[in-house]
């Protein structure tokens, strides 16, 4: 009746002390009545027996707090879920009439009578439900195409999938590649491709490369990617733009082969936030204009960096380490290299250099050799003054010492042993966008783990909260929870530490691969560390600096207060100036002192804006930003339908890839699936008896029942 296919009882205790406290109870209640004063019948004494043995056994029940569970049957009806390309790239006029292929195929499959086993959804940027008789919000207006949000949906969803189709033309212009989560969801994908695949006559911009930082008036180069087709050996211009001013110029021959690197000398004159631009001139036969120009944002910082190696001892780690750092111009490098109690290899060394250093190199320092002012100096530029530092630990590093700067490291050690340990990193999987990891190998972190071992001394580390481990280490290949690489951060104050000594055998080791991975580690924890990242009370800004025509910009905030605990009740408005008005909005709280909120407009160009928090009235704090909206289309800029991925995508599945001209295929097979794709599931539910009040209120009825009969009968 109820298809219910399990239920049982259970008790916090064993049911066999509840069944003999049940007998004891039950014969107590019995034994009181055998007399009564004044004497009554049998029936009465019997019935006032039986009254308080069930509100006694209702009192014992509770106690052993019991639990119901129930196992209810329920059957999945299979449900095929459409997903519907609603970005701007299907506008595309490419001869293959895109709009009418996915509103033919809404209707086609309304026709079929599929559309009570499926669920329609468009997607973009976002995913939306959509119903049958609401398609005028199919309106292909979105900014950006995320694949990777059709199957995070998905995987949040709990009904009984037979398949996924998804219609589009393959171009993913945001997120990453789902083929990989998608195999792993063990249900078939059929797409449904359009647009054309052959190539037009174009000109477009594939890449630009540039250092994220850089340094003011110091020349510095951007690779920018040019493709082609049908425009070999035409002749173009390429140029550079800093906000909105020529910077620099190429006139470019087109290749051949298709594709070509162009490099810009670039010197910025100022720092800060600079926004520039690559823009190709436009040539008569270009099948679109739309990508002929690409934007991208870099930060440009004050003036050099000022480093300073302070080694315990001369060694092969100073060498490669000092040596990879002067290969940066940007860079200026100092040493002092510690050989004796009164002797050094710098005999010029000056001391001041200390006050006015960015950032610390210890390697292998203290050492018991290590002057004690010199030592005190730089604990306190480092603990008073927060300046970041980078610490290689060797032979000669004098753990005893080193417990002064122990606040200030990410790591703490006991029992200390004079043994070294030969280890191999061990990076996990999901690190490989690690900044501090990059490297030019196919797979960056095969390239870590089996670098050359290096030694680290028989301590125990661990790491403190505040920090993060990028490695942990392997023996024999054998993974062990130990750090051998980690990165610091607690309020301004950052380091990074490397647990081993002869880190430069990595740098020989993989010399023969033409392997950047030492460089790469050693320059780029220097930007990690010299990235300023001001503690402030309010910091707002965008998800993203450049957006797309019809893409919302999405802000986020984080408000604390002077102590730096979150503030979640403040109120945060941010004014947003460009394209011609002026707007404003307010972002929602979601507690934890988060806050977000959505602009939306359909005017291009460069934006700012100024937001403030303030709480009761009280200003907590401002800032500011700025980002660009539509000037580049990115929907736009490939016209080819991607069917290689839409192809793949298939095949991983066991799904079937169809062009625009045979999805009617595609019918028969859905109805299959929904034949044999039907599925029980069980759903458990709990009842906690001892927690529900009506258990409690009827035993004192009861006892509230033999009372008034006592009463009644006269009975003491």
Excluded: C
């Excluded at 006694?56 to 519907?84: C, D, G, M, Q, R």
């Excluded at 491709?193 to 994220?212: E, F, H, P, Y």
């Excluded at 436009?282 to 190696?309: C, D, R, W």
């Excluded at 380490?321 to 002797?343: C, G, R, W």
């Amino acid at each position: 009746m109820f298809n219910l296919e399990k239920i049982s009882l259970n008790f916090s205790q064993p049911p066999f002390y509840f069944f003999i406290f049940l007998i004891l109870l039950a014969g107590y209640s019995f034994y009181v009545y055998r007399y009564t004063i004044p004497q009554t019948s049998s029936p009465k004494r019997l019935f006032l027996a039986l009254i308080r043995a069930l509100a006694l056994s209702l009192l014992l029940f509770i106690f052993f707090e019991p639990v119901l569970t129930l196992a209810k049957k329920k059957i999945l009806e299979p449900v095929n879920l459409i997903f519907i390309d609603n970005s701007r790239s299907i506008q595309i006029n490419d001869g293959m009439n895109r709009e009418g292929t996915e509103r033919n195929f809404i209707s086609d499959l309304k026709n079929n009578n599929l559309s009570n086993s499926s669920e329609l959804f468009t997607f973009g940027s976002k995913v939306s439900g959509l119903r049958y008789d609401s398609l005028q919000k199919l309106n292909f207006s979105e900014g950006t195409t995320n694949f990777s949000k059709i199957f995070s949906s998905v995987n949040e969803d709990g009904k009984n999938i037979a398949s996924i189709v998804i219609v589009s033309d393959g171009d993913i212009t945001e997120g990453n590649d789902p083929t990989s989560i998608a195999s792993k969801l063990g249900v078939p994908i059929y797409t449904i491709g359009v647009g054309d695949t052959s190539s037009r006559n174009d000109v477009w911009i594939k890449n630009v490369l540039a250092n994220d930082f850089i340094y003011a008036e110091t020349p510095t180069s951007i690779a920018a990617t040019i493709s082609n087709t049908g425009f070999a050996n035409k002749n173009i211009t390429a140029t550079l733009y800093e906000n909105g001013i020529q910077a620099a110029q190429q006139n470019v021959l087109l290749s051949a082969d298709g594709v070509q690197n162009v490099n810009f000398s670039y010197t910025p004159k100022t720092s800060g936030e600079k926004k520039l631009t690559v823009a190709l001139s436009e040539t008569k036969g270009e099948f679109t204009f739309a990508n002929n120009k690409k934007i991208f944002y870099i930060n440009v910082l004050s003036n050099k960096v000022k480093i300073l190696l302070l080694a315990g001892s001369p060694s092969s780690d100073l060498s490669f380490i000092k040596n990879t750092l002067k290969e940066d111009k940007n860079l200026s490098v100092n040493s002092y290299t510690q050989v004796t109690e009164d002797h050094i290899v710098e005999r010029d060394f000056n001391p001041k250099a200390i006050d006015s250093t960015n950032i610390f190199f210890l390697i292998g320092f203290p050492s018991k050799n290590t002057p004690e002012d010199l030592f005190r100096k730089v604990v306190n530029e480092i603990s008073q003054n927060d300046k970041p530092f980078f610490i290689l630990l060797s032979g000669t590093t004098d753990f005893q010492r080193l417990k002064e700067l122990q606040a200030e490291l990410g790591f703490s050690y006991q029992n200390i042993n004079s043994d070294y340990l030969e280890v191999q990193p061990n990076i996990s999987a999901g690190e490989e966008n690690n900044p501090l990891l990059q490297n030019n190998a196919d797979n960056i972190l095969d390239a870590w783990n089996n670098l050359p071992p290096v030694y680290q001394q028989n301590v125990d580390f661990k790491s403190k909260p505040e920090s993060e481990i990028l490695s942990e280490v392997k023996i024999n290949n054998v993974p062990i929870t130990k750090p051998l690489i980690l990165t610091s951060r607690l309020g301004t104050k950052k380091s990074i530490s490397v647990l081993a000594k002869d880190i430069w055998r990595w740098k020989l080791g993989m010399a023969a691969k033409s392997s950047d991975l030492f460089d790469r580690f050693i320059l780029s924890s220097v930007k990690w560390l010299n990235a300023k990242e001001e503690n402030k009370q309010v910091t707002i800004k965008t998800t993203k600096k450049v957006y797309s025509l019809g893409e919302d910009v999405d802000f986020t905030a984080q408000v604390y207060d002077q102590t730096f605990n979150p503030v979640s009740d403040a109120e945060v408005s941010v004014n947003i100036s460009g394209g011609g008005n002026n707007s404003e909005i307010n972002l929602n709280s979601i507690g934890n002192g988060l806050y977000t909120g959505t602009f939306q407009t359909n005017n291009s160009g460069d934006y700012s804006f100024k937001g403030a928090a303030s709480l009761d009235g009280k200003n907590i704090g401002n800032d500011k930003g700025s980002f660009n909206l539509g000037e580049t289309d990115i929907e736009m800029m490939n016209t080819r339908m991607n069917y290689d991925f839409l192809n793949l995508l298939s095949n991983q599945t066991d799904g079937k890839f169809f062009y625009n001209s045979n999805y009617h295929e595609l019918f028969g097979m859905l109805r299959q699936l929904d034949k044999r794709s039907s599925k029980d599931k069980i759903e458990t539910s709990e009842i906690y008896l001892w927690s529900d009040t009506t258990l409690l209120i009827a035993a004192i009825i009861l006892f509230g029942i033999e009372w008034f009969f006592r009463k009644r009968w006269g009975m003491l």
